[in-house]
């Protein structure tokens, strides 16, 4: 967003929390972090000699090697000269007066600006569960969204993780390794199929630069924005034998995508999704020698409803000798007290604790800021109203005026690769701005009719799905207290992106231009 407002003649200033770029891959370095979209897919496209600069060493990039290329991208551009480091927005006001926004730093700084960006991601503000007696823990605590710059040691130490999700699965491997003694405290058994991570082949990487503007369209017109498109037959379609040398393939190919594509209805009927699932569970089986420890792993929800989950040797983990599964399911933990915790039938000793429990998605990072806009309303209020974000377009949402969310609620955002839709909204974003300046209009805001009817459309694509049958983050159903609805558009990166364009080439329809 910079680098394109920069090209574009603004004067334009980055505020960020942390004291260097990177983000996500700043923030999670918790071992055995690695992106699950493929590294050749997962990259900024704006810039030729980016691509031709920069090669990915592996399928799946570990967290160190995305942090340097995204530090390669802010050196290369000279970002730096124009990003505030250490420098948290605490409020941002829009003043309807001078139509602009004030926004206020934790460090005291007030700066006025024409436009409000927001870039805070939608898996940024951590949750650590409120669990009583946490503060009187003896041990070291990490959550692994906010992992410390120094190497944890977890030798000679008994290790407790709560939570398995992707950040759970993947550090579990890991850890297991190091610990002299590994728990893991579960509460919802996971899918979770192997990643099959290859170092990349120079052959390999010179035919993607060679192809890359064909891989880029299609990238953007795919649905999840990695171009692959589902198989176009129902599970059902199919005899017994047939799903399963189809699946097993998948489980071969392993990755993001390969089970889910297998067929089209397997998000969208119960009894085609229980063909996955089951093939999904016979594998844990397979892979867990203690019948006991596998039955407590098998997954029951509906698979791909919860963010698929990638591995490397996440099942095999479990029958290692220093490795304990205990279900916090049947019995909860109820407090952590100073030697570790308790559940409600037992007592853990531990000397570390690491917290795998995940982010308030979506709404939270945009909550930890205090924005307001016309009349002062503060988003939070308006989104309470309804219980339920509204947004059009998922970028911008009715009284909050000349007000961008990259990545916003009601965007493909999380269920699409990230990189592709970031570009997308940037690309939108800086052509409205410039579109604005060309047209000499200085107030852009959503029209409530059509942020509505986005949001109703919204809700209807997720309806018919089975995601809306699962509590997960993508519900906010994992936050005490959060309002429950579905907050990602599920309509697809290439068909959002039609709507989007479409929205500017009328002129921005939807929106008021002053
Ligand atoms: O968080 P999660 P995450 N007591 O919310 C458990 C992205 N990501 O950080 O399922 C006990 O998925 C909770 O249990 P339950 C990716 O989009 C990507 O792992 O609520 N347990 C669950 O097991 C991902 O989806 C990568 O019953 C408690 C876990 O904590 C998203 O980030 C890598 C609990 C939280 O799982 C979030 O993943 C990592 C409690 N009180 C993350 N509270 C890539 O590969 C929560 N849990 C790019």
Redesign the pocket.
């Known amino acids: 967003m910079l680098y394109r407002l920069r090209e574009a003649g603004f004067s334009t200033c980055v505020f960020e929390t942390g004291d260097n770029v990177g983000g996500t891959w700043y923030w ?1 370095r918790y071992p055995g ?5 493929e590294s050749i897919y997962y990259n900024y496209t704006f810039s030729e000699e980016l691509l031709k600069e920069w090669t990915w060493s592996a399928k799946y990039a570990e967290q160190p090697e995305i942090l340097s290329y995204i530090n390669f991208v802010a050196d290369k551009f000279d970002l730096r000269k124009d990003i505030q480091f250490k420098a948290r927005v605490d409020s941002a006001q829009f003043d309807e007066e001078g139509n602009r926004w004030t926004i206020q730093l934790n460090n005291g700084q007030i700066v006025s600006a024409r436009y409000f960006i927001t870039g805070v991601g939608c ?1 940024s503000a951590s949750n650590v ?1 409120k ?1 009583k007696g946490l503060e009187s823990f003896q041990g070291e605590w990490y959550h ?2 906010r992992w410390p710059h120094e190497k944890v040691d977890f030798s000679g130490k008994r290790v407790g993780i ?7 699965i ?1 550090s579990i491997p890991a850890i297991a390794k190091e610990a002299e003694q590994l728990l893991v ?4 058994p ?1 899918y979770s199929i192997p990643a099959r991570n290859v170092l990349n082949d120079p052959d390999y990487i010179q035919q993607i630069r060679e192809n890359y503007e064909e891989i880029k369209k299609n990238m953007r017109k795919s649905l999840t924005g990695i171009p692959m498109e589902p198989r176009n037959r129902s599970a059902l379609d199919d005899t017994p034998e047939e799903r399963r040398q189809l699946f097993e393939a998948a489980w071969e190919q392993g990755g993001l995508l390969s089970l889910s594509y297998a067929y089209n209805d397997l998000a969208i009927k119960p009894e085609a999704n229980e063909t996955v699932a089951e093939f999904i569970r016979s594998k844990i089986r397979r892979i867990v020698k203690n019948p006991e420890v596998a039955e407590k792993l098998l997954p029951s929800y509906f698979y791909g409803t ?2 698929p989950i990638i591995d490397t040797d996440y099942f095999e983990t479990y029958n290692r000798d220093n490795v304990t599964l205990v279900d ?1 399911k049947s019995a ?2 109820q407090e952590i007290i100073p030697a570790g915790l308790r559940t409600a039938d037992a007592e853990y000793e531990l000397d570390i604790i690491v917290f ?4 308030d998605a979506m709404t939270g990072p945009l909550f930890k800021m205090d924005i307001r806009g016309r009349e002062g309303v503060s988003l939070k209020e308006k989104w309470a109203e309804g219980e339920q974000t509204r947004t059009y377009l998922g970028i911008s949402t009715a009284g909050f005026p000349n007000m961008f969310m990259l990545t916003g609620p009601e965007s493909p955002s ?1 269920l699409s690769n990230m990189m592709v839709s970031i570009e997308q909204h940037v690309e939108w974003v800086s052509d409205c701005i410039n579109y604005m300046r060309d047209h000499h209009k200085g107030v852009i805001e959503a029209n409530v009719e059509a942020e509505n009817a986005w949001t109703k459309h919204c809700r209807e694509v997720a309806e018919p799905t089975l995601y809306v049958k699962t509590d997960s ?1 993508y519900m906010g159903a ?1 936050i005490e207290g959060k309002a429950r609805g579905f907050q990602i558009y599920l309509g697809g990166v290439g068909p959002y992106r039609q709507i989007c364009d479409d929205v500017a080439e009328k002129g921005y329809e939807g929106f008021t231009l002053q």
């Open positions: 999670n972090a690695r992106c699950d979209v898996l569960p669990f692994t969204g709560i939570g398995t999700g992707s950040s759970g993947q405290f579960q509460r919802t996971q919860k963010r916090v909860p933990i795998a429990t995940g982010f999380v983050w994992n």
